[in-house]
């Protein structure tokens, strides 16, 4: 299988935000380093002029430039472990993948197997996510994390006392790779594949996780609405912290009401509960 590597240099700001884009356009491996990072995809899949569109509309917050390189195969279980970081959230959380050694002193301990979906914790919104959920009270809560990745958001659910876990996914390799993960996290948790209005769900979530993009977000949100209990709580991310007054707007009409909102490097989190 042949790959169109673009190495990217950019300011460090817009890294995030490339990636994020990247990932939406086929990209599906991704390689910090110091001066930016590089992208990855199947040469099928790849798109000159998508690229440049994408480049065009960043330049103005800062510096981008890109060179591609034609790669014959990659050997990406060795290029994860030469260039993966444990990742480290509020001194409380460490999401390391299991070449890493444990460090036992941090109360929650993720161990993954990396292998490209998203979710490994190294974007802002995952661990803008995590970081949110120390504040939450999971215990004997029912959970529903739609757009897991990787589930490490479902395994920290697990870690603070939820008992009841539904995660669920659209993408085959996500699907593989989370219940991978819940495995070697010991995370009862249930894995369904396929958007939300196609699974059947019936039973209220006490707390509801998606971390899909703004768009998604919209189109689902009467289903998050249907699928809370009352007094429940729906944590929101995937999108920049400028859509935030739409996904509220929406939000307030299904009867979802604002808690709390953080924000880092343009991206953001929200917190919403459902109320009478």
């Known amino acids: 299988m042949n790959f169109k590597g673009v190495h990217f240099t950019c300011d460090p700001h817009l890294s995030d935000l490339l990636i994020a884009e990247l990932s939406m356009l086929s990209y599906d491996s991704f390689e910090e380093h110091q ?10 899949n790849f798109n000159q ?22 790669v014959a195969r990659i050997n990406w279980n060795r290029e994860w472990e030469k260039n993966y970081a444990a990742v480290v959230i509020a001194d409380k959380i460490m999401v390391r993948a299991i070449f890493h050694e444990p460090q036992d002193h941090f109360k929650h301990q993720i161990v993954i197997h990396p292998k490209m979906s998203f979710g490994t914790g190294h974007h802002t919104t995952t661990s803008l996510i995590l970081e949110e959920q120390l504040s939450i009270d999971h215990y004997q809560k029912k959970i529903y994390d739609f757009g897991t ?8 659910a697990h870690q603070l006392g939820a008992t009841h876990i539904v995660a669920t996914d659209v ?6 790779n989370a219940q991978e993960n819940f495995n070697l996290n010991d995370c009862p948790g249930q894995v369904l594949k396929g958007v939300i209005r196609d699974l059947s769900l ?58 709390h909102q953080k924000c880092l ?9 459902k109320r009478i």
Not at 35 to 44: D, P, Q
Not at 250 to 255: D, N, S, T, V
């Open 35 to 44: 001066m930016g990072f590089s992208a990855y995809c199947e040469v099928l």
């Open 49 to 70: 002029s998508l690229l440049d569109n994408l480049v065009k509309k960043y330049q103005l917050l800062g510096t981008i430039s890109y060179k591609l390189e034609a």
């Open 149 to 156: 990745g990787t589930g490490v958001l479902s395994i920290l």
């Open 171 to 176: 993408d085959d390799w996500c699907i593989e």
């Open 202 to 259: 019936k039973d209220q979530a006490d707390i509801i996780i998606a971390n899909i993009n703004k768009n998604v977000l919209l189109n689902e949100m009467p289903e998050y609405a249907r699928l809370l209990a009352l007094n429940g709580v729906l944590i929101l991310s995937g999108f920049y912290e400028n859509d935030a007054p739409k996904i509220y707007a929406h939000a307030e009409k299904l009867g979802l009401k604002r808690i």
């Open 265 to 273: 490097s343009l991206w953001t989190v929200i917190v919403l509960s």
